[in-house]
């Protein structure tokens, strides 16, 4: 059963040894944007802590676009020294004493999307300064590059510079998905984004990218996540004030389901007591942190009613009840669309209301609010594949 499981994922991988399951963690950006500091950071490393998020798994602290202003005359990048002041390596070394990771920004281009200095023709130097100031993790974004400069290249020397640094540091590709890096980044980033920025809304309809247009655009690439090397769509929005706490919810089911990185973008020193809650659901985390890594596929659609599996190492089945629609809908998940047999007897288990809501047979049907999603666990009592 075990081959069966694992027969999806690509047969090569970035050989760093990190994200063996998606990266958790906390990034500045989808709330505070260019508005970051020592004091956000360190702030943001305590509240991980005395939240319970560390606990739950969060263990990334990144500090995203806009805390570079230049180069000395030696080609170093120069940190913003006004609010940055301790400097990086004491930021980092803050950031471990926590027992959390260090994660920074860069560019693959000539500069980043917000103007300041890139790493292209610095990615040694760089990736160098990097390891000197204890970096772990790096989201390398794709603004202002040439047009004739070509993406897989540009990540792979990224990739080759960050191991020349000896440091084990996590790629995150931000090319937002426009050269299709599922086909090519296996062996050069630990994660890529799939598409354009996510925005703080439920349903941006034709216009917008909101929850549910990202989530139709990860339906198909569930054969190229797995172990050390993820499909990331987009971060969390949690929090943030544009959708209702049912959609929240929603937000961070699918993002579950679909083994993506967990990386929070709200403001964690006042979040409401929804926000931690959802945030910090061990039982939907797990789903997203089962060791075979598979991500869930999109099975049944009918309407605004759809049902998404994940095939857990365990040979249970973490299924995600998402209803569109503008009204309560009852859905069902049919054995049937799980890879079971219709006679398997399975216990069910409700990891939101944390219940487990008895033995089914065949099937099993919930009333699912507007914009909601009931996950559900269903544990065969002898697992039978079909
Ligand atoms: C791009 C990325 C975002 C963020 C900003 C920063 O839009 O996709 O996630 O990093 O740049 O400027």
Redesign the pocket.
Known sequence: MAALLFAAAPLYALDNGVARTPPMGWNS?NKFACDVSEKLVRGAAESIVSTGMKDAGYEYVVI???WQVSRDPQGNIVPDAKRFPSGLKALGDYIHSKGLKFGI?SDAGNG???NRPGSRGYEYQDARQYAAWGVDYL?Y?W?NHYDTQDARSSYETMRDALAKSRRPILFSI?E?GSTKPWLWAGNVGNMW?TT??VKDIWDGKDKDRGVLQIVDMQDGLESYAGPGHWNDP??LEVGNGGMTDTEYRSHFSLWCLLAAPLIAGNDLEHMSDATKAILTNKEVIAVDQDPAGMQAKRVRKTGGLEVWVKKMSDGSRAVGLLNRTESEAEITAQWADLGLSEQTQAAVRDLWAHETVGTHQGSYSVKVPSHGTVVIQVMPAVALIR
Do not use: P
Request: hydrophobic letters at 20%.
């Open positions: 950006w995203d676009d806009c920004y980043t999307c917000q989201k974004d603004c931000c937002w984004r354009l920025d987009d971060m």
